[in-house]
């Protein structure tokens, strides 16, 4: 069987992370979200896989090439929609085949499940199911699919894994995979309905948190690089090469630690917490429920949770996050959020800054000793 994961789309509502990088290269346990995708695929034996790319597209195929696994890449040189994506590889398919985002975790005991229904939708309750196509059923098969309701009709949504047809193609009149299920279900098609067990996406920005501790909870434990004799580590954790940690730090996992970072001594790192490469914690910080991207400095006595920090920041000494509920404006809507703090790439804050419920742009200098509570500050700002 062959899979088309669909990887072309920006992810707006993920900015600022999707400023630098398409949505499905952002690292959560510290590996890219597509990589989940493509190993749930392989435990399934799938493996004539075809990922079609387009927004900053040389990211996501250089580091397809890395991989072990033999991926034919397709452009969309225009982000026209799902529907249209698919059709970028049609021409590279030879029989029944699965659509899959590539921007969500998947389970692959759910891939097993849809993989053998020809003309299926993956479907989970969520709790906020306007925000997704809303699926409604009838002793197991679909009778309609309404994209992001303001009343949703049903907590039943679609995970946007679908199993189907070569024939599928033509059923296609617009732009979006979902319009065509809903015209094939009209023509008298019968679409089924497969429960999903596991599945992730992550709407806004902050969502990356709750996919970052599903993917932790099932971390192998390494211990590479130096660890002092003083260093107290509980639970799964995963050390990289040539990473140092100083003495007296207590490291409580889930946790995971890249290549060739420094941390502490003196620090306290607890659950759900992801380190990319190059990370530099300095004495005295609490670190917890966090992502924080590579080469990322963290400044002495800061407490940060509940937070992803993008690649390259800066977080000078006593820098403290703390989560709160507010009101966020995503994409001209408002959302309601509760969470620490967002931080683009690039970041650069002074010392004694508060954060609670923010999201940070791009290129943002902010001078120190300021309070930001539930605000959004647009890429390349100075806060002074």
């Excluded at 669909?6 to 509502?13: F, M, P, S, W, Y």
Aim: charged share 20%.
């Amino acid at each position: 069987m062959q899979a088309v994961i669909l990887a072309a789309g920006e992810g707006k509502r993920v900015f600022p992370l999707t400023r630098n990088r398409p949505k499905a290269m952002i690292p959560v346990a510290n590996h890219p979200i597509i990589e989940y995708v493509i190993d749930a695929l392989q435990k399934n034996g799938i493996q004539e896989i075809i990922v079609v790319v387009g927004y900053r597209k040389e990211q996501v195929t250089r580091f397809l090439n890395g991989l072990d696994v033999p991926i034919e890449v397709v452009v969309q040189s225009k982000q026209l929609g799902t529907a249209h994506a698919l059709q970028c590889a049609e021409s590279k398919i030879k029989g029944d085949f699965l659509v899959l985002p590539g921007d969500n975790y998947i389970d692959p005991q759910s891939i097993a499940r849809v993989m053998d229904t020809p003309n299926a939708i993956l479907v989970k309750e969520h709790p906020n199911p306007s925000n997704f196509g809303v699926v409604l059923l009838n002793n197991g098969l679909v009778t309609d699919i309404v994209e992001k309701p303001e009343h949703a009709p049903s907590f039943m949504v679609s995970t946007g894994i679908y199993s189907l047809k070569k024939n599928f193609f033509s059923s296609i009149r617009g732009n979006d995979i979902t319009d065509a299920i809903s015209g094939m279900i009209r023509a008298g098609e019968l679409i089924k309905a497969v429960p999903a067990d596991d599945w992730q996406d992550a709407i806004f920005a902050w969502d990356l948190l709750k996919m970052n501790r599903r993917l932790l909870s099932s971390l192998p434990q390494a211990r590479e690089g130096t660890i002092s004799r003083q260093t107290i580590i509980h639970g799964p954790v995963r050390v990289g090469k040539g990473t140092t940690i100083g003495p007296n730090t207590v490291i409580t996992g889930p946790v995971v630690i890249g290549n060739d970072c420094t941390i502490g001594p003196n620090c306290c790192i607890v659950p759900n917490t992801s380190i990319g490469s190059r990370v530099n914690l300095d004495p005295f910080t609490f670190l917890g429920d966090a992502i924080v991207m590579d080469d990322t400095s963290i400044g002495s006595h800061s407490r940060i949770i509940d937070t992803v920090v993008g690649e390259r920041c800066t977080l000078a000494d006593h820098t403290s996050v703390s989560t709160v509920a507010g009101l966020m404006e995503i994409e001209g809507c408002t959302i309601r959020s509760e969470f620490g703090t967002v931080f683009g790439d690039n970041v650069s804050s002074g010392p004694f800054t508060v954060y609670k419920n923010c999201v940070i742009g791009n290129n943002v200098t902010i001078e120190g000793q300021e309070s930001i509570i539930s605000r959004n500050i647009p890429d390349g700002s100075m806060v002074i």
